[in-house]
Nanobody, 120 residues
Framework: QVQLVESGGDLVQPGGSLRLSCAAS????????MRWYRQAPEKPRELVAS???????NYGDDVKGRFTISRDDRENTVDLQMDSLKPDDTAVYYC??????????????WGKGTLVTVSS
């Protein structure tokens, strides 16, 4: 059974920083793309950042220059460093990964989310 568990969500003031982490555990052969999504109240889920196993990175337009995604393939983790936070960054942040659980089966997995609140 594969699980993704996020951590690091908190209440932070505008202009502050926060670091989110996501750890994958279970029967994992390899991990392809890892992503962070977020969903604010009454808004659709949106892509925040993406990193492939080859290191290719993409960011959503709203977070470019402020957020940094990274991964550690030895630990099966993906982090999201968030700087210059704004109230509009308030959302539940979800981790996503495409994981090979054997040499012929790759599935999509989601974490349960971690809440980030940016407010003074």
């Amino acid at each position: 059974q594969v699980q993704l568990v996020e951590s690091g969500g908190d209440l932070v003031q505008p202009g502050g920083s926060l670091r989110l982490s996501c750890a994958a555990s279970g029967s994992i052969v390899a991990i392809d793309v890892m992503r962070w999504y977020r969903q604010a109240p009454e808004k659709p889920r949106e892509l925040v950042a993406s990193i492939t196993s080859g290191g290719r990175i993409n960011y959503g337009d709203d977070v470019k220059g402020r957020f940094t995604i990274s991964r550690d393939d030895r630990e099966n983790t993906v982090d999201l460093q968030m700087d210059s936070l704004k109230p509009d960054d308030t959302a539940v942040y979800y981790c996503y990964a495409q994981i090979w659980i054997n040499t012929s089966l790759r599935s999509d997995y989601w974490g349960k989310g971690t809440l980030v609140t940016v407010s003074s």
